[in-house]
């Protein structure tokens, strides 16, 4: 079935259960003006479709563009799906989109040409979109909720949350989720953006969005399989105050990515932007030896002062005082940064704090990392070995151009890790498919065979 909507005020209410090929697709939009200056619209689209097996839908929406009432709209939905024996699957997306821009008259103090103040529209505008792909799903149990109201927009999704008793397993698939919220007025903008691809088994899988004076990310997920998630949170402010001088502008940014080959990823994150940027992660990691994990997480903020400190500077373009490069602050920037690469098993914890540089003059980012990781990791040996005669295994683990003893110790004293992450096999010089003990041996046969030619 379908149902295209362009009208706004109206509830829909959908039930399917029913067993083989079903299609299901809804659309609907919405906007309104009104005679304050605020412009409101919103998109709410999703589908489903299933070649066979049983499914059960229940939706709900919701849409309002009346002046009386907050022009928005609500929607929920729970999906259940089992392939069974039928070997069918699941195909399932959503998008919501919804923005708003506020005009508003405001007197520019800082413009004093002649003597008169000048009064100048300036827009604060709102704009958030959110979305999931299930792709190949064999079994399925999700939730999804969403509600947009004046430009503010809440948006849940759950597959087999806690909160579900279900005894059903999670999904088994491929899901990826998208948003993008960004705030913007006459003198600052915060942008979020956040993308996850999943394809394994998610046992939970949660992502909840908010955006209003501030934007919010909670997201917890348990998966076996490739996993990729990548966030970034950007503020960026300029001022220029012509009559006081001052001229100020910054950036902060916060980003973490994280990628693996496969294995188990638990995950847990919050990230808040409004008018400082914090962000709090935890991630373990495990596999078995075949598969790695990649980890980076960085923070920066930045601040260009451009005042001269004279408040009879320029105060219209007929002035006659003009800063100089002399007189400009220094560029100021606070930067940290980690990151892992190659591990079979991690655990990482962090937090990140990164103060509104629009109101201190000084720089505050405060950063914690804690990584547990095999003993004995050294990334710089990864990024050191070398396989000098193209056989497909390490010999020159030092990379020195040739074997020696020295490969040999560095072999010894670093076998666990290298055992246990996905360079294994590049050190199973006994090829027999594994790496032991054994390879130590064979490595030390070889060179003193080679040696002795």
């Known amino acids: 079935m379908g149902c295209p909507i362009s009208v706004a005020d109206y509830s829909i209410s959908t039930l399917i259960e029913t067993t083989?090929?079903?299609?299901?697709?809804?659309?609907?939009?919405?906007?309104?003006?009104d005679e304050n200056g605020t412009y409101v619209s919103g998109v709410y689209s999703d589908s489903v479709m299933t070649n066979d097996g049983i499914m059960s839908l229940s939706k709900q929406v919701?849409?309002?563009?009346?002046?009386?009432?907050?022009?928005?709209f609500d929607t929920?939905?729970?999906?259940?799906?089992?392939?069974?024996?039928?070997?069918?699957?699941?195909?399932?997306?959503?998008?919501?989109?919804?923005?708003?821009?506020?005009?508003?008259?405001?007197?520019?103090?800082?413009?004093?040409?002649?003597?008169?103040?000048c009064a100048a529209p300036a827009c604060v505008s709102k704009e958030n979109s959110a979305s999931f792909s299930i792709i190949n799903a064999k079994n399925l149990v999700m939730s999804s909720s969403g509600r947009s109201s004046d430009g503010t927009m809440d948006y849940i999704i759950n597959i087999d949350s806690p909160d579900n008793n279900t005894s059903e397993g999670g999904l088994e698939g491929t899901i990826i989720t998208a948003y993008h919220g960004s705030i913007k007025t006459p003198t600052s903008e915060v942008a979020l953006y956040d993308r996850t691809l999943?394809?394994?088994?998610?046992?939970?899988?949660?992502?909840?969005?908010?955006?209003?004076?501030?934007?919010?990310?909670?997201?917890?997920?348990?998966?076996?399989?490739?996993?990729?998630?990548?966030t970034i949170m950007e503020q960026k402010f300029s001022q220029n105050n012509t009559a006081t001088g001052e001229i100020l502008s910054g950036t902060t940014v916060y980003s973490q990515d994280v990628i693996t080959s496969g294995g188990r990823t638990d995950e847990t994150r919050q990230i808040t932007a409004s008018d400082s940027i914090t962000a709090e992660r935890i991630i373990e990691y495990s596999s078995d030896g075949d598969c790695s994990i990649q980890v980076s997480e960085h923070a920066i903020a930045t601040r260009i002062d451009e005042s001269n400190g004279n408040s009879e500077s320029q105060t219209c373009v007929l002035g006659e005082n003009v800063l100089t490069a002399d007189e400009k602050s220094p560029y100021k920037e606070a930067a940290a940064e980690t990151g892992i690469t190659g591990v079979s098993s991690a655990k990482i914890s962090s937090s990140t704090h990164i103060a509104n540089n629009q109101h201190n003059n000084d720089l505050n980012l405060e950063y914690r990392a804690n990584i547990m990781i095999p003993a004995g990791f050294?990334?710089?040996?990864?990024?050191?070995?070398?396989?000098?005669?193209?056989?497909?295994?390490?010999?020159?683990?030092?990379?020195?151009g040739r074997l020696d003893m020295h490969d040999l110790v560095l072999l010894f004293q670093n076998f666990r890790w290298i055992g246990e992450s996905n360079l294994s096999l590049r050190i199973d010089f006994n090829k027999n498919g594994r790496a032991d003990f054994a390879d130590i041996v064979t490595l030390f046969n070889y060179m003193n065979m080679t040696s002795s030619k």
């Open 20 to 33: 083989g090929p079903v299609q299901d697709r809804f659309s609907g939009a919405f906007s309104q003006a």
């Open 76 to 117: 929920q939905k729970i999906l259940k799906y089992s392939s069974g024996l039928t070997g069918g699957h699941l195909i399932a997306d959503e998008y919501i989109l919804t923005s708003s821009d506020n005009y508003i008259n405001e007197t520019n103090h800082g413009s004093t040409c002649f003597g008169e103040t």
């Open 198 to 230: 999943v394809s394994g088994l998610i046992d939970t899988f949660s992502r909840w969005y908010h955006a209003e004076e501030q934007l919010d990310l909670i997201a917890a997920s348990s998966v076996s399989g490739a996993f990729h998630d990548k």
């Open 62 to 72: 919701s849409m309002t563009g009346d002046k009386s009432t907050n022009h928005g």
């Open 378 to 400: 050294n990334e710089s040996l990864v990024m050191e070995m070398k396989d000098n005669d193209n056989d497909g295994r390490f010999e020159d683990l030092n990379g020195n």
